[in-house]
């Protein structure tokens, strides 16, 4: 078995479940409503959400009156995930932990199932594509969410470039990292593979207002897996001027005085 990167252990994810919500839910909370809105599902509805991370596209479904099952292989997840359904008031939204690459679920329970950038870290991407089908009633439908261009991600851009002028000779790994292996060219095709009829695959674009870049630093270098290793590796002082220069640039983007982050995803829609 090949080793696993910092992104594919679930005690990486339990350790920043708080950092990951203030960080990218901004964003993928966005994909999210999208994909909700894409599978039309009415009130009652079983759902699935898989690899759903701080929950955001299973709490929206929840909102709406779907009965949801929100799943993640981090416990930290899972708890931060619970603490929000509690929060929220949604006696019809459970949280567990579970492999979304082995689902501990009879098949054909779902009338619907989504994975919003969570799929995309699965060591086999394909068998968790085959179990989001497996799980499907027959008509159901299932959305896959994953980075439209992950080589050009805003986000991974202004990182990169920040390191370069603070350390010009660090060696980033050489190896595309796990999450862009699924991108907007292969979703379609990888869907159809898994079994999927009818699939379309579409872009959807978020945007987030960035009001305090300093806070908003202050979480993101603990925000996923990938990042939290790398700052480790570069020491506090040299975060500290990385993350100078990247405030710097992320106030270069600004809209009317506030900083702006804009990214494209891929929503990916099958039936079963």
């Not at 039309?40 to 779907?66: E, N, W, Y």
């Not at 979304?100 to 799929?119: E, H, K």
Request: charged share 20%; hydrophobic share 45%; with cysteine.
């Amino acid at each position: 078995m090949a080793e696993l990167s910092p992104d594919q252990v679930a005690g990486n994810w339990s350790a920043i479940a708080s950092e990951y919500e203030q960080a990218f839910e901004g964003l993928s909370a966005q994909f999210a409503e999208h994909a909700l809105r894409l599978l039309d599902l009415g009130p009652g509805a079983r759902v699935l959400d898989v690899a759903a991370g701080t929950g955001a596209f299973g709490l929206s479904a929840a909102r709406a009156g779907a009965e949801v099952l929100a799943t993640d292989f981090a416990p930290g997840m899972v708890d931060r995930l619970q603490a929000r359904i509690a929060a929220a008031g949604l006696p019809g939204m459970a949280a567990e932990v579970m492999d979304g690459q082995a689902l501990a679920l009879p098949d054909a329970s779902f009338d619907g199932a989504a994975s919003v950038l969570g799929l995309i870290f699965f060591p086999d991407q394909d068998r968790g594509l085959a179990e989001l089908r497996r799980v499907l009633r027959e008509g159901g439908r299932a959305a896959v969410v994953c980075w439209r261009d992950p080589a050009n991600l805003p986000l991974m851009a202004l990182v990169r470039q920040a390191v370069r002028k603070v350390v010009p000779g660090f060696q980033p790994p050489s190896a595309p990292p796990v999450w862009a292996r699924l991108n907007g060219d292969s979703l379609g095709s990888r869907m159809e593979a898994a079994g999927f009829r009818e699939v379309e695959v579409l872009t959807s674009t978020a945007t987030q207002r960035i009001h305090s870049p300093e806070a908003y630093w202050s979480g993101f270098t603990r925000s996923a897996p990938p990042l939290a290793h790398l700052f480790e590796r570069l020491g506090p002082e040299t975060t500290a001027a990385v993350g100078r220069e990247y405030i710097g640039a992320l106030r270069a983007q600004s809209r009317d005085g506030v900083p702006t982050l804009t990214v494209e995803a891929c929503i990916g829609l099958g039936r079963a």
